[in-house]
């Protein structure tokens, strides 16, 4: 009796029942899955940083670690760690909202954000494209409508036509990413200035996830457009385990969306380690960031030297790589010489022959030169 119990409950899932009852936005979103091929020695895919070469940070770390109360919850308001990002930035800590890595921040934004305007069924979150693909699979998470406008022929921003779509759609949230990923290079100053005077209605959040990488922040756009928000996040300039991302808006709103928040989001060993990382530890940071910065430009001149590869101006820490035909076959190489990048072939249309590869260590770019010369030289 037991048994027909059991193999009856075997052969049932929940989603019998409960299938009904799913986000219906859900049945056309894949969760997130690491492109994870077998032999990989070289990892140049995910636009995190190489290892640093100073152990200050990881000294660091350990220690604000070792020092964390593990039996209490963490800071709710993450103040110490809230202060050390405003000192470093530029910020001040009322306009600060921190999240698990600002993908959390991404999701708070757009949950907040959530009502329809009158007489739209969903809410609209608009962005370029290509660009972060969290924007819109967030937003349909959210049951909201992603809206994407095509960037121009060099990656930048199509003024006229993000003009047209921010008057016909009202989009409630505007995402732009400067420094683009995946595309590397910064948007026009002017054209991000018009995009915000167009959208004065809109939430317009400027994501600087790798402005570390890019000289100037355009923070100072907030200065007298209250709609504006800045993203930013420690991920890639050497700390993406911490998950620690936050965003720099107006006071009261950055209070109307903390309402939504997780009171303990932010773990303490995170806190305190990015706290103690950008308070005693910031000199070796920044020298990592240089760094990245040298062996980019480098990267970037020795594959523009390649026959039929074209490197974009990256602002960023990885390159947005053309390659000859199909950037399916130049991956497939790659990865059969242990190397992994990030081909966008399955985009198609512009898309097909675009590599993103991100900057790594002298040795992972040596193999990389030699592997796509090799390449080159099979190809004729
Ligand atoms: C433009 C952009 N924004 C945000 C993120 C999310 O970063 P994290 O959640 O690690 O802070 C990324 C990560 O790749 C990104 O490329």
């Known amino acids: ?222 200065e007298g457009n209250p709609h504006v928000g800045v993203l930013r996040t420690l991920s890639k300039v050497g700390l993406a385990a911490l998950r620690v991302g936050w965003l720099e808006a107006d006071e009261a709103l950055v209070r109307e969306i903390d309402k939504a928040r997780q009171p303990f989001n932010v773990s303490a060993t995170s806190q305190m380690a990015a706290a103690a990382v950008l308070e005693d530890a910031w000199d070796a940071l920044q020298a990592e960031v240089e760094r990245v910065v040298g062996a980019r430009d480098e990267l970037a001149a020795a594959l523009s030297g390649l026959d039929g590869f074209t490197v974009t101006p990256s602002a960023a820490n990885f390159l947005w790589v053309r390659t000859p035909g199909a950037a399916e076959a130049v991956f497939d190489h790659l990865v059969a010489d242990g190397i992994l990048v990030r081909s966008f072939h399955k985009s198609g249309g512009r898309m097909a022959s675009q590599l993103r590869i991100t900057i790594g260590t002298s040795d992972a770019h040596e193999q990389l030169v030699a592997s796509l010369a090799r390449f080159e030289g099979g190809s004729r």
């Not at 809410?123 to 699979?137: D, E, G, H, K």
């Not at 683009?180 to 317009?204: C, L, Q």
Request: net charge neutral; proline share 9%; with cysteine.
């Open 1 to 222: 009796m037991t048994s027909a119990v059991g193999e009856d409950a075997a052969t049932r899932s929940a989603l019998d029942a409960l299938g009904p009852l799913l986000r219906p936005e859900l049945s056309d979103l894949t969760a997130y899955v690491p492109h994870d091929p077998p032999g990989i020695r070289v990892k140049l895919d995910a636009n995190e940083a190489p290892p640093a070469r100073s152990p200050a940070i990881a000294e660091c770390v350990a220690r604000a670690i070792a020092s964390t109360r593990m039996e209490r919850y963490p800071d709710p308001r993450a103040d110490r760690l809230r202060e050390a990002i405003a000192k470093r930035t530029g910020a001040r800590p009322v306009d600060l909202l921190l999240g698990t890595g600002s993908d959390e921040v991404i999701s708070l934004v757009v949950n907040a954000l959530a009502r329809p305007r009158e007489r739209a069924p969903q809410a609209v979150i608009l962005s370029p494209t290509p660009t972060f693909v969290m924007y819109r699979i967030t937003a349909r998470a959210h049951g909201q409508k992603p809206v994407e406008v095509p960037l121009d022929a060099s990656w930048d921003l199509d003024v006229a036509t993000t003009r047209r779509a921010i008057e016909m759609m009202a989009p409630n949230v505007v995402f732009l990413a400067t420094p683009n990923n995946p595309t590397g290079n910064r948007m026009s100053e002017d054209r991000v200035a018009a995009v915000i005077a167009n959208a004065s209605s809109s939430f317009v959040v400027l994501d600087e996830a790798y402005v570390d990488f890019a000289g100037a922040s355009l923070r100072t756009m907030r």
